[in-house]
């Protein structure tokens, strides 16, 4: 497994990954809701999607589910799209219906996929309101919650270029 580069700057999560695969099958996996639910979120909170509108404004509603049932519910904002370089939107922990917890962090999250010589390189920052909200997500098991979910995308990325 290519290892999944962290680096915390004040208030931004950087993260960043290699995939060997071309840039359209990695990107492929961000819009598509079939594909997104089977690697999206670690391996003992898996994803099941609401709604998936993948266009600027639309929104993605989803919900992962915990080894003793409890449901996690986030919802994302598509701001820009620019298929397959490009995905930015704004981040949130939500509720059944999709309103917004505000008492959770939010971030705009800027994801990017670049390809050199047929492996693409995905890296994507999440800007929040402080740095303080970033130590608490990381206290929360970001890290190793991000580590498990893409180490679970490069496994299907694998599966698909073969």
Known sequence: MAELTVKQTGNKIILSKTFDAPQELVFSMFKDPAQLAKWFGPKTWPATIKHFDFQPGGVWHYYMTGPDGTKAWGKATFQEIDEPNY????????????????KLPQAVVNVTFEEIDGRTTIRSISEYKTAEEVQRLIEMGMVEGVTDTWDQLERLIAEQAR
């Open 87 to 102: 995905i930015s939107y704004v981040d949130v922990f939500s509720d059944e219906e999709g309103n917004v917890d505000s």
